[in-house]
Structure formats: structure tokens, C-alpha cells
């Protein structure tokens, strides 16, 4: 049986929640089309005042983007920003890297934990050589085709490279979209297709980079997995577990 995104004593029982759910079925008309662009508008505009700065944010430069998504992998990103600003200023292009010493940047990358990283990252640089004449392909099949580059990564390398309209779903933004769409919690978000599909038609096709950085800075800052701090999230009134919550503090006052 599918668990509740709620935090415990927080029901997920009401016609919003319903009439959210209809979210995952074509087409998205009226009231369903409102409430997906209410909440993109909310968390770009939150986003672009508010998101994290980190390196990999600041650039356009389609080689460190990938850089960047394959180290942050499964890792917090504050760990990330040393590799990722070593790499790139010592080798910042894919000719660069293929020539890279691999013992050596292993000893580099071993106290971050990220040992297999070095061997990814200098394998990925070969093939942008051999398969793709230096260049970070626009496919997401080819994308994948790249040693350390799966779903997740080769989407997240769109959208922030080449700013295309695709979802990027983790655990963090996952559970923010589930939240705020009232969707139950089946499994690992990245693997949840339904998620996905859904958040595919929430991602605005104007903004998709700012929206995607939005939900995972907001799943940071505010949408922890226990204890969501609700009452200070920007997505308070576009979210059905935290309205839920709000309308519970207010009767108990
Ligand atoms: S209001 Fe914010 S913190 Fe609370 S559940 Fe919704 S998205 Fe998460």
C-alpha cells in the first residue's frame, strides 16, 4: 500500500487532494492547469531571490554542467564544490581531461569519497572525444550512453545546459512535488514514473531550470522528510499538506 508524503497526524483526505490527483491525466485544462502554473510561478519566483549559489549554477558551459551532475550523484552538494572548481579550472575541456593522470586524480578524490568519480569523469571525457568530437551531446540517449551518466544526470545536463523543458526529480524535490501535488509516496521518487510524467507537465516550458533548482533548494531549506518547517515555506499556500497542516494550527489556537 502506498505510504503518505504527509508528516504523521496530517490526513490527506480532501477535494483538493482529488482534484490534484486528476494532475496525471490529459489533457491539463482549467483548474488542474492553474494549480501546476501557481505552484511553477511561485517556486521560480522564490528561486531567483532566494536559491543557493554554488559554481556549477553560475555557468553555461555545457562540459562542467556534466562535470558538475556526475559528481554531485547521489551526494550532497557542499561536498561537491571542491572537486567540481578543481576539475574544472585544471581541466576544463573534455581534451584536457582525457590526458588527466587517473591514479592521481583518485589520491585527489579519495578523502571526499568519490574515488570512482575520477574514473567516470576521465572516461566520459574519451568518449565526448571519440564518439561525439568533444561535444556534450543534446540527446538523452546519448547522454546516457556516458560512463556515470544516467536518467537523472543526463536530464539534469539538459535542462541546466541547454535548458530544456524536462523534470529533475530526486528525493528532495520529489517529496516537495508530492507534498505540495498530494501524491502518495511509492517507493524512491527518481524511480517513480507516475512522479516523473506529472512533473514533466508542472515543469514550465519559460523557466524549466530556475523551477527544477527551486524544488530542490525549497526540498532543502524547508521540505525536510520528518519535520517540514510548512509554517516558513514559500509553497505554504500552494501546498496541500502544509495548507493541511496550517488549518490545523489554526484550530488548535
Ligand atoms: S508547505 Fe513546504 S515544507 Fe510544508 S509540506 Fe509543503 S512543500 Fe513541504
Redesign the pocket.
Known sequence: MAASLA?SGFSQSSELVSTVLQLDQRPKTGCKRKISQELATTVVSWFRCNGRDFPWRDTKNPFHILIAEVLLRQTQAPRVVAPYVHLVTTYPDPASLATADVDGLRQWFRPLGLVRRADSLVECAHRLLRDFRGQVPQDLRDLQSLPGIGRYSAQATLCMAFNYSLPIIDESSG??LR??LGLSDTGPAYRDIRLIEIAGRVVPDSHPRDFNLGLLD?GAA???PRT???LE????ER?????Q?AGIMRLQV
Open positions: 508528516p517529496r516537495v507534498r505540495a525549497i524547508y521540505c525536510h517540514p518547517d510548512c515555506c514559500p509553497l505554504l501546498c496541500i499538506v502544509g495548507s497542516k
